[in-house]
């Protein structure tokens, strides 16, 4: 905050408390005795008069207690413009200390999984029921609290791993993020090279197709798709280019969604975790993932 704001907020503070003290010392006066019982507000209802009589004291001390409280706590804490307090309490200060406790607890129960391999942790349970936890606070708002995933959102529970499903493979996933990229090929194939790859990309899941549009689509498939999905579709971990054979989708199974990605390409993100959740959380919830993995995927590796 500028000097200049940070004084305008100092003046103004302060002079609003002097001229609160100002009006409850002018209105709480006590008047003559004589004429106090007499004054009147003018209002007057079915022959009741109001009277104009001041406040009483222990009332008219409350506001003047308020405005020492205000006084106070302005001396010990930021509220004053620039001025820090003398207790020097920041919000960040506290968040920090808070944390900061909660890791010195933590750190007996951290320190011991640290010795442990990835899948060791993913077989003990209170690890398991610590990476859940990370999992509901961290992951699940993108890949679902079941870890299903949604329409691009990977499932990760199922055989298809686009970027490997080693633990090491998973953990660097999630420590460091992921980027997947396929362009868009709508232009160079047109309308009907797009539904002829589709359609050969179906036959490649194992799908009835039509012969004839994919053969058509195998030829755009080995010119255009191969060096990144493979020669025979089983799709290359390098690039996080998922394998095409196994029928299973991050971006959906029908026609049109695999058309969508022919024609428009791809561009799935996920977010490095590491600055946010720290080595000992990924490790925890990368054990928790490897412990929900349903199936034991092949490699997906095209060069295998
Ligand atoms: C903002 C949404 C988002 C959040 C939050 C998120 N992810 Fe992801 N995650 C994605 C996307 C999108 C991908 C796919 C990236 C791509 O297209 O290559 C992905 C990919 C992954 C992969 C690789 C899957 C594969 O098939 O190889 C793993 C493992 C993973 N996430 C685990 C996690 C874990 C664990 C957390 C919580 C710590 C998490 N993700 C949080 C969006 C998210
Ligand atoms: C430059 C490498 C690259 C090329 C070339 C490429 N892709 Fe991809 N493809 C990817 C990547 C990476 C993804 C995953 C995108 C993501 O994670 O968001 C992907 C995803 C897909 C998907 C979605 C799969 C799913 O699980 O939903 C389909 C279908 C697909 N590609 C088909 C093709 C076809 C057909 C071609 C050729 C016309 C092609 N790709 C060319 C890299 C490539």
């Known amino acids: 905050m500028s000097t200049f704001w940070s004084?305008?907020?100092i003046v103004l503070t302060v002079g609003s408390i002097i001229a609160s003290w100002w009006l409850i010392?002018?209105?709480?006066r006590m008047r003559n005795p004589d004429e106090a019982d007499e004054?009147?507000?003018?209002?007057?209802w079915d022959g009741i008069r109001e009277y104009n009589n001041p406040m009483p004291r222990w009332w008219v001390n409350l506001f003047y207690l308020t405005i020492i409280f205000s006084v106070g706590?302005?001396?010990l804490y930021p509220g004053l413009g620039n001025f820090a307090g003398v207790l020097g309490w920041t919000q960040e200060g506290q968040y920090e200390d808070e944390v900061a406790e909660f890791e010195e607890r933590m750190e007996p129960l951290f320190s011991g999984f640290r010795e442990m391999e990835l899948t060791e942790l993913?077989?003990?349970?209170?690890?398991?029921?610590?990476?859940?936890?990370?999992?509901?606070?961290?992951?699940?708002?993108?890949h679902g609290s079941d870890a299903r995933g949604a329409r691009g959102f990977p499932n990760l529970r199922d055989a298809q791993w686009q970027w490997g499903s080693t633990p090491e493979d998973i953990l660097h996933s999630i420590k460091h993020g992921r980027e997947g990229v396929m362009p868009g090929w709508g232009d160079q194939l047109g309308d009907r090279g797009v539904t002829e790859t589709a359609v050969y990309v179906q036959?490649?899941?194992?799908?009835?197709?039509?012969?004839?549009?994919?053969?058509?689509?195998?030829?755009?498939?080995?010119?255009?798709?191969?060096?990144?999905?493979?020669?025979?579709?089983?799709?290359m971990v390098q690039l996080g280019a998922p394998d095409l054979t196994n029928n299973l989708w991050v971006y959906g199974s029908s026609f049109e969604a695999i058309s969508n990605a022919i024609r428009n390409g791809l561009h799935g993100a996920m977010p490095g975790h590491e600055p946010i959740i720290g080595e000992d959380r990924s490790r925890l919830v990368a054990a928790y993932v490897l412990s929900m993995m349903e199936e034991v995927p092949e490699s997906g590796n095209s060069e295998d």
């Not at 610590?130 to 993108?142: K, L, P, Q, S």
């Not at 799908?207 to 058509?216: G, H, K, V």
């Open 7 to 9: 004084l305008w907020i």
């Open 25 to 28: 010392w002018a209105t709480g």
């Open 39 to 44: 004054e009147t507000t003018g209002h007057e």
């Open 73 to 75: 706590y302005l001396i």
């Open 122 to 142: 993913a077989e003990d349970e209170t690890a398991l029921a610590h990476g859940r936890a990370v999992f509901g606070n961290f992951c699940a708002t993108c």
């Open 203 to 235: 036959q490649l899941a194992g799908r009835s197709a039509d012969p004839m549009l994919a053969r058509a689509g195998q030829r755009h498939y080995q010119q255009l798709c191969a060096s990144c999905h493979g020669p025979e579709g089983r799709g």
